[in-house]
Nanobody, 114 residues
């Protein structure tokens, strides 16, 4: 059974930092493209960042220069370091494993207060 379990969310003031982690099980982690998505209230889910099998990363324009995605294939874990957080970053953040397949975590709430 595939499981993606996020941790590290919480409440932070604007300008602060958080680090999200996503631990995977039930998949061959190293072959998947891993990503972080977010969904704010009343908005569609959007891709925040993704990282390929080889470690090549892509980012949404809104987070470039502030967020960093990384992966540890030995620990089957993907991370999202979020710095200089803004109130508009408030959302539920979801971990995903794709290519092949499509798997989702349960989500982690990130709230940034102004």
């Amino acid at each position: 059974q595939v499981q993606l379990v996020e941790s590290g969310g919480g409440l932070v003031q604007a300008g602060g930092s958080l680090r999200l982690s996503c631990a995977a099980s039930g998949i061959i982690f190293s072959i998947h493209v891993m990503g972080w998505y977010r969904q704010a209230p009343g908005k569609q889910r959007e891709l925040v960042a993704s990282i390929s099998r080889s470690g090549s990363a892509t980012y949404a324009d809104s987070v470039k220069g502030r967020f960093t995605i990384s992966r540890d294939n030995a620990k089957k874990t993907v991370f999202l370091q979020m710095n200089s957080l803004k109130p508009e970053d408030t959302a539920i953040y979801y971990c995903s494993a794709t290519a092949p397949g499509q798997y989702w975590g349960q989500g982690a709430q990130v709230t940034v207060s102004s």
